[in-house]
Antibody, heavy 115, light 112 residues
């Protein structure tokens, strides 16, 4: 069974940093692109970033470029999202998702940016 | 960015009746590899999204056959042949042909 478990969320002040982690299991992690998708409270879905199997390609939505960094540790079946310079508009539930086609989703982790 | 426009924004359907959701993209979703990366997702209240259909019409494992995807180019449709009570929730289309991958604004399905 595919499992994706996010951690590292919480409350942070504007301008602060957080590092989200995603522990993957139940599939061969090294065979798949991985993605982060977010959903602001009561709003729709937004693809934030994705990363190729060997980290040779990373893509970011314009609103997070230069502030967020996606990475992965294939030896530990883990995906990460380093978020710096956080803004109120980054407040959202962040989902770890398998594949560019977003086939499997984690339960999500809430990030709140507020003073 | 590719804009995905869904209609209607909400619909109320009697259990057992059909439902249809439209999704239009601002540009063609045909990829250079020949595939069209248009997917549909269901999000039940309080849950993570779940993918129902990929590449226009391929149902994911475990998805009931009452969910039917169709379309081409820039116009796509999700049909539910007979709505069941468990189908209540939000439905999103998404394109993964062009980065950034973008979602429609969502369609809320309610049962009468």
């Amino acid at each position: 069974e595919v499992q994706l478990v996010e951690s590292g969320g919480g409350l942070v002040q504007p301008g602060g940093s957080l590092r989200l982690s995603c522990a993957a299991s139940g599939f061969t992690f090294t065979k798949h692109w991985m993605s982060w998708v977010r959903q602001a409270p009561g709003k729709g879905l937004e693809c934030v970033a994705d990363i190729k199997q060997d980290e040779s390609e990373k893509n970011y939505v314009d609103s997070v470029k230069g502030r967020f960094t996606i990475s992965r540790d294939n030896a530990r079946n883990s995906l990460f999202l380093q978020m710096n310079g956080l803004r109120a508009e980054d407040t959202a539930v962040y989902y770890c998702v398998r594949n560019r086609g977003l086939q499997y989703w984690g339960q999500g982790i809430l990030v709140t940016v507020s003073s | 960015d590719v804009v995905m426009t869904q209609s209607p924004v909400s619909l109320s359907v009697t259990v057992g009746q059909p439902a249809s959701i439209s999704c239009r993209s601002s540009q063609s979703l045909v990829h250079s590899d020949g595939n069209t990366y248009l997917s549909w997702f269901q999000q039940r209240p309080g849950q993570s999204p779940r993918r129902l259909i990929c590449k226009i019409s391929d149902r994911d494992s475990g998805v009931p056959d009452r969910f039917i995807g169709s379309g081409s180019g820039t116009d796509f449709t999700l049909k539910i042949s007979r709505v069941e009570a468990e189908d209540v929730g939000l439905y999103y289309c998404m394109q993964a042909t062009h980065w950034p991958h973008t979602f429609g604004q969502g369609t809320k399905l309610e049962s009468k």
